[in-house]
Nanobody, 120 residues
């Protein structure tokens, strides 16, 4: 089992910045990737950014150039630096850990979510 603890959400004015952190603890045979998803009211949960253990990174177009994902593999922690925030970035942000099990299959773990609210 893996436990993810997120921090860093909050209320910010449009144009402001926030940095989210997510620390993983517990047991995963091999961490394949860690990343961030978000869900606004009435919408489905959607990918924001993800970083593989190899370093390969995916950042979705709506946040590209404004958000940066980074990882500290030694600490099993992933970060999301969010700059130039817009009201449309308002959502609950969820940390995700994509774990490869010792059986060779994959399992996703999720944090409890942290609210980000951007005021116009």
């Amino acid at each position: 089992q893996v436990h993810l603890v997120e921090s860093g959400g909050g209320l910010v004015q449009s144009g402001g910045s926030l940095k989210l952190s997510c620390a993983a603890s517990g047991s995963c045979f091999s961490i394949n990737a860690m990343g961030w998803y978000r869900q606004a009211p009435g919408n489905q949960r959607a990918l924001v950014a993800i970083m593989a253990t190899s370093g390969d990174t995916t950042i979705v177009d709506p946040v590209k150039g404004r958000f940066t994902i980074s990882r500290d593999n030694a600490k099993n922690t992933v970060y999301l630096q969010m700059n130039s925030l817009k009201p449309e970035d308002t959502a609950t942000y969820y940390c995700n850990l994509h774990c490869k099990t010792d059986r060779g299959d994959f399992k996703d773990y999720w944090g409890q979510g942290t609210q980000v609210t951007v005021l116009s």
